[in-house]
């Protein structure tokens, strides 16, 4: 003989099993989440500063170094300028291709060294180099702002005069480099080679 309680079914252990199968579902869809995040491309997140004259500011220089970087640094030229941090990961893999084509004196290359404590980016470029024609110490992040900086790092090629005409989020690599900047930096050179003087 069972007793009605025998008979009736307990929630229970169904929620319990809901939970087995929630938890990694949800954990999965974040873990997803994350990695498009991670490997989504630059175009993903567009700047409203694409051509548009490069924000002015005027920073000190990091420490160790005498010269800082001003809006007034990247008129004149074709350059790059390379948003870096220390503390950041992707900075320090992507530094040695910066070391590379510093020393190929194709363009020049600035920095702005964000949010940084100033003894650690003085170390971090004295042990792994320094690439950069000049170097901003961006302390509080206020120029990042004016920039639109996303997170570090962050690549821009900037135009003869002063404009901003590509932006890269997230570290260079080789082939970025080769296929992707280079070639924008070759064509803006030519076109202000064969602009007429006036």
């Given at each position: 003989m069972t007793s009605t309680r025998d008979n009736k079914i307990v929630p229970a252990p169904r929620r319990r099993n809901l939970g087995f199968v929630l938890v990694p579902v949800v954990a999965l869809a974040l873990m997803a989440l994350f990695g498009w995040g991670l490997f989504r491309g630059a175009d993903d997140l567009p700047s409203a500063l694409i051509d548009k004259p490069v924000p002015e500011f005027a920073l000190p220089p990091v420490l160790g170094r005498e010269e800082g970087l001003s809006t007034q640094d990247l008129i004149g030229h074709v350059s790059?300028?390379?948003?870096f941090a220390s503390w950041c990961v992707p900075c320090r893999a992507e530094h040695p291709l910066f070391m590379e084509l510093s020393a190929t004196g194709e363009v020049p290359l600035y920095g702005i060294n964000y949010k940084d404590?100033?003894?650690?980016?003085?170390?971090?470029l004295d042990e792994l180099g320094d690439p950069y024609a000049r170097i901003g110490a961006d302390i509080d992040?206020?120029?990042g702002i004016e920039w639109g900086v996303y997170g570090v790092p962050e690549t821009y090629v900037i135009t003869s005069d002063g404009t901003i005409a590509y932006r890269h989020v997230g570290p260079i690599t080789r082939a970025i480099l080769r296929e992707t900047l280079l070639p924008i930096v070759r064509d803006l050179k030519n076109q202000s080679f064969k602009e007429p003087t006036p």
């Open positions: 790059l300028v390379n948003v404590p100033p003894e650690q980016a003085r170390v971090w992040g206020r120029a």
